[in-house]
């Protein structure tokens, strides 16, 4: 397995987290919270069937592996960050920005 390599500022941040330097302020009631959306964002209760071109699935099972994952987990990853709002079509709002 590749060892990541981390920088000065990522060794210094590991350095003070193994020191004991940071403290957690999560409460019980938090952390239970926290927890149970967790499980609800990952629960896997539907199936769905797609079609797509063999050239993106190489290249979803590419990067599926390069990130240590199975290809089907990254895939449903994505759609769940583009559902929720945190991935979106940046090439997309270009163009409606442009047309303003």
Request: aromatic letters at 6%.
């Amino acid at each position: 397995m590749k060892k990541t390599q981390l920088d000065k500022e990522e060794q210094a941040l590991l350095a003070a987290f193994e020191s004991g330097e940071f403290q957690s302020e999560l409460t019980p009631s938090r952390k239970k919270s926290v927890e149970e959306s967790a499980a609800q964002t990952f629960k896997k209760n539907k199936r769905i069937n797609i079609r797509i071109s063999g050239r993106d699935l190489m290249a979803i099972q590419k990067r599926a592996m390069e990130e240590g994952m199975p290809y089907q987990t990254l895939i449903a990853s994505i759609i769940h960050k583009y559902a929720s709002g945190s991935l979106y079509d940046v090439t997309a709002n270009n163009a409606t920005n442009s047309n303003s």
